[in-house]
Each structure stands twice: as C-alpha cells, then as structure tokens.
C-alpha cells in the first residue's frame, strides 16, 4: 500500500531522511517511534504531498505520488493527480482542527459531500455509523467547542475516515489530550485497527498502545529506519543499543 524508496528529503542542507525505504502492507498497522527530530512526521507529510520528495520515490496503492506516465514519459504530477492521491489518505493531527462554526455531523459531512459528491443523507447515514465507532452517536449535533479534547479527536477520527480513505496517517494524536483522555481515543484506534482493513501509519509516543496494536514498529533515528520489527521483538529484544537507550527515556 506504502512504498518508500530511497526517498530523500531536506530542508536547506538538512538531510532529514536519507534514501529511506521501506513498505507497508495493505491492512498492516504500523508504528513509526524514535527520538524528536528523527524524521517521523517529515514522512507523514510527504504521504500527504505537503512536502516534496527532494529524491527517490513514494508509491501509494501502487501509484507514483510524485509522477505520472505520459505515454513514454514520466513528468511531474500535475494538481488533478496530486488530489486523487490525497483522497486516499487521511491524517489526524495533533490539534483536530474541526470546523469550528459546523457541528459534529456537517464536520463529518462536509467533505464527502463537496468533493466525493456524496448525496448528503449518503453522507449522514455514514457519518452517523462512524459517530458509532468512534462513540460518540449521542453528538451528531452538538457544537465542537462543548466537546472535551478526546470526544473532538474522536470526532476527527470519524471526520477522516468519512473519506474511506486507504490509508490513515495518525500524528501524535493524543499528545495534546489530558492524560484521563487518552485512554478513549486509543480504544477507538484499536477498535479501528482491528475491524477495519485500513492501512495504519502512526507517529507515536504510547510505547504500551504501539506495543498492543502494532503490526510492526520501525525505530528511527536520523532519518534512518534504525530497526523494523514486531512489537514483541521491538519492545522486549531490540538489537541496537540506540533503541534500547530510547526505550528506556520513554518507558
Ligand atoms: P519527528 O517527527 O521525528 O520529531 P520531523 O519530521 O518533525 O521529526 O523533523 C525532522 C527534522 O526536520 C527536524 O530536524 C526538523 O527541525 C526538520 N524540519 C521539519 N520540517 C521542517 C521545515 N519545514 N523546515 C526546516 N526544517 C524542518
């Protein structure tokens, strides 16, 4: 679903990631761990074309993000390519970003409505079951700004996935949530995880919840993929002392 390769990336003479490579697996859950700096949200932002690759390339369900084919010839993306590309993937940040003037429904409604051309009683009925998911289906008209932080990141969860996209980009998303919070928004990630076929990529600091739900976690450290294992393997034997130094900071 996901293939780096040899993807390099800087800003100025900064190299923030270093002919990476790696894959993932459509329905595979992974976790993306290492040290601030390291590169980890460089890569989400590159699968959400807010940032260009300055080498290599990135395929997305078997699709060049950054090319496409004219007849012999490979040329840029144009601005209609790089749209169809971006509707299969969603991303939940850090802060939710909800639509603060919509309430929870036309916030889950807006965007399959306008730019999937979803009837909107289509859109409601799904963003109705998703208020299910992630529990929140008593909301549908409440005003965000009377949500607590973890029902608002719920509400984003939903809001991404009302896209049906491929695959979810998942950036720190409880780091801004008091920690009695945090608890809900990592069982809807689970819940999510497990009933659904979608492609995981999280960026995250809950060592315990990248350890329960992960397919696999690779460490990074330097814009290099440091380690790529199961969690079990990850979190019990790692192999580089680096890791280990880590885990212990953060454990
Ligand atoms: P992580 O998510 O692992 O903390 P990031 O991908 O955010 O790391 O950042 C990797 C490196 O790239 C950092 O040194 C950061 O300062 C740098 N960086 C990220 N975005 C920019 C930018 N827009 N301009 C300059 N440097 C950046």
């Given at each position: 679903m996901i293939r780096f390769s040899g993807v390099v990336k800087k800003f100025g003479d900064h190299v923030v990631l270093d002919e990476l490579d790696f894959t993932v697996a459509p329905g595979e859950f992974v976790s993306l761990i290492g040290p601030?700096?390291?590169g980890k949200t460089t890569i989400l932002r590159l699968l959400m074309t807010l940032e260009k690759v300055n080498g290599g390339t990135i395929h997305v369900g078997g699709e060049c993000l950054s090319h496409v084919r004219r007849g012999e010839r490979r040329v840029p993306a144009d601005e209609k390519h790089l749209r169809v590309m971006r509707r299969r993937i969603g991303m939940v940040f850090?802060?939710?970003?909800?639509?603060?003037?919509?309430n929870v429904l036309r916030n889950i409604t807006e965007a399959p409505v306008r730019s999937?051309?979803?009837?909107p009683a289509e859109a409601e009925q799904r963003a109705r079951e998703l208020l299910g998911l992630v529990g929140?289906?008593?909301?549908?008209?409440?005003?965000?700004?009377?949500?607590?932080g973890g029902q608002q990141q719920r509400v984003a969860i939903a809001r991404a996935l009302a896209m049906r996209p491929d695959v979810l980009l998942l950036d720190?998303?409880?780091?801004?949530?008091?920690p009695e919070l945090v608890a809900d928004v990592l069982r809807v990630l689970r819940d999510i995880a497990t009933t659904t076929d979608i492609t995981i990529l999280c960026v995250t600091h809950e060592m315990q919840f990248a350890q329960d739900v992960s397919d696999r976690v690779m460490m990074f450290d330097h814009g290099r993929v440091l380690e790529d294992a199961v969690p079990e393997k990850l979190f019990t034997?790692?192999?580089?002392e680096r890791t280990k130094e880590f885990l212990r900071a953060v454990i």
């Open positions: 601030s700096g390291s850090q802060q939710f970003n909800l639509f603060p003037n919509m999937l051309g979803l009837a929140l289906e008593d909301k549908a008209d409440a005003h965000p700004t009377r949500l607590s720190e998303v409880t780091s801004a949530l008091d034997a790692p192999e580089h």
